[in-house]
């Protein structure tokens, strides 16, 4: 999945270990929460969802609502310690973790 580079990495660094956290700005990352075949799945997504018009526990993800082609590799599953329900979207940030 290719994320804003929010935490200044370099080809050097290699693969880092991150921990996302809430942002109080736009980053271009957001998490998503929506129930899929388990409860309150959570999504890291590249584009800022929209949700179904009239409805705020469901995304609609059709292509029209982005400025970029939505594809398969615009979002990743995760498990975070954010609390989150059905319906939410917020954003995000990565933090280096130190090993």
Same mark, same amino acid.
């Given at each position: 999945m290719w994320i804003p580079n929010v935490i200044d990495l370099k080809f050097e660094d290699g693969t880092v270990q991150v921990e996302i956290i809430k942002s109080e700005k736009e980053t271009g990352l957001w998490l998503i929460c929506e129930d899929g075949y388990f409860l309150e799945e959570q999504w890291l997504q590249t584009d800022k969802p929209k949700h179904v018009e009239g409805r705020t526990d469901k995304f609609d993800f059709k292509e029209? *609502?982005?400025e970029s082609e939505v594809d398969f590799f615009n979002n990743? *599953?995760?498990?975070?310690d954010i609390e989150m329900k059905n319906g939410d979207c917020i954003d995000v940030t990565l933090k280096r973790v130190q090993i």
């Open positions: 029209s *609502h982005y990743l *599953h995760i498990d975070t």
